[in-house]
C-alpha cells in the first residue's frame, strides 16, 4: 500500500464506523423504540432487535416495555360516612402504545405523575361512596375493580394501560386513632366492671347457698347429737334406777365415792364437821 494514502484509508474506516454506528441501532428486548427524523415520529413501536435508521438525521428513542410498579404517597379520603381515612396504594402499568405516550407524556417520570394525579382522584371518589367498614372488609376488591377500570379508560389517550390498583393499607388519621382507642378502652373498663360485678354476684351466692346448706348441716347434726344425747341419758337413768331397786346401800356408796373423788382432786381442803352426813362412810370404817 502507498503509504501516502494510509490516512486516507484510517480515516475511510474511521468514517464507516461511524457511519454504521449512527445507520444502526439495537432494541433490547426489553425496550420498544420510535425513530424520530428531526423530532417527528417516523417509525413507531419498534421491536427488539437491529434496526437501520439514517445517519445524523434520524435518531431512536427508547422506552421500557415491561409492566412497570408505581408506589403512591399515602392520601387521606374521606369515606360516604364521613370518616377520614389514610390510603396508601400502589398501581401495575404498561406503555400500551409508544406513539400516543411519546406524543402526550414523552418520559416516564411524567407518566408517575399523571398517573398519581389521576389515581388519587379516582380513590377520592369511589372510595367516599363507600362507608369505613366497607373499604376495609368486604368491598375493597369491587373498589379496586372500578379504579382500574376508570383510570385505565382515562391514561388509555396517553398510551398507558393500567393492569392493577391496590389498597396495600388503610390508617385513620392519627387523632381519630386516639379517639378510638379512647372509646375502645373505655368500652373494655366498662365490660370488665360488668364481669367482675357478675362475678361478685355470683360468688354471693355461692357464698349465701353454703352457708344456709352448712346451717342446715349443724342444725341437722345438733338435732341428731340431742336425740342421741337424750337417748343415752334416759338409758343411763334407766340403769341407775334398776341398779338402785335392786341394792339401793350400794347405789348409794358408789354415789358417795364418786362424790369423794370430785371434792377431794388438788389437794382440796375442808372444813365440816366429822359427823356430817358427807363422811358418813369415812366415820363407818375408822
Not at 437501520?52 to 408505581?70: A, H
Not at 368491598?139 to 388509555?156: A, D, F, G, P, S
Request: proline content about 3%; aromatic content about 10%.
Amino acid at each position: 500500500m502507498n503509504p501516502s494514502k494510509a490516512p486516507i484509508v484510517i480515516i475511510a474506516i474511521i468514517v464507516l464506523i461511524v457511519l454504521a454506528t449512527q445507520c444502526f441501532f439495537t432494541v433490547d428486548e426489553t425496550q420498544r423504540g420510535i425513530v424520530l427524523q428531526m423530532g417527528r415520529p417516523v417509525k413507531t413501536d419498534v421491536e427488539p432487535g437491529l434496526h437501520f435508521k439514517l445517519p445524523l438525521i434520524q435518531n431512536v428513542v427508547y422506552f421500557d416495555s415491561r409492566v412497570l410498579e408505581y408506589d403512591a404517597k399515602q392520601a387521606e379520603v374521606i369515606t360516604q360516612d364521613k370518616k377520614n381515612l389514610i390510603v396508601d396504594n400502589y398501581a401495575r402499568w404498561r406503555i400500551s402504545d409508544t406513539l400516543r405516550f411519546y406524543q402526550s407524556v414523552r418520559t416516564t417520570e411524567r407518566a408517575i405523575s399523571r398517573l398519581e394525579d389521576i389515581i388519587y382522584a379516582e380513590l377520592r371518589v369511589d372510595l367516599g361512596q363507600f362507608a369505613l367498614t366497607d373499604i376495609v372488609s368486604t368491598k375493597r376488591n369491587v373498589i379496586m375493580e372500578q379504579v382500574t377500570q376508570k383510570t385505565n379508560e382515562i391514561l388509555n389517550e396517553f398510551g398507558i394501560e393500567v393492569l392493577d390498583v391496590r389498597i396495600k393499607r388503610t390508617d385513620l388519621p392519627r387523632e381519630n386513632m386516639n379517639a378510638i382507642f379512647g372509646r375502645m378502652q373505655a368500652e373494655r373498663q366498662r365490660q370488665a366492671r360488668e364481669y367482675r360485678s357478675m362475678g361478685h354476684e355470683q360468688a354471693q351466692r355461692i357464698t349465701t347457698t353454703a352457708e344456709r346448706e352448712s346451717d342446715i348441716i349443724l342444725a341437722e347434726a345438733l338435732q341428731k347429737a340431742s336425740r342421741i344425747r337424750g337417748e343415752g341419758e334416759a338409758e343411763a337413768i334407766a340403769l341407775y334406777a334398776s341398779s338402785l331397786g335392786e341394792d339401793p346401800e350400794f347405789y348409794q356408796f358408789l354415789r358417795s365415792m364418786e362424790a369423794y373423788k370430785q371434792a377431794m382432786k388438788d389437794n382440796t381442803s375442808f372444813v365440816l364437821a366429822p359427823e356430817g352426813e358427807f363422811w358418813k362412810y369415812f366415820n363407818e370404817y375408822q
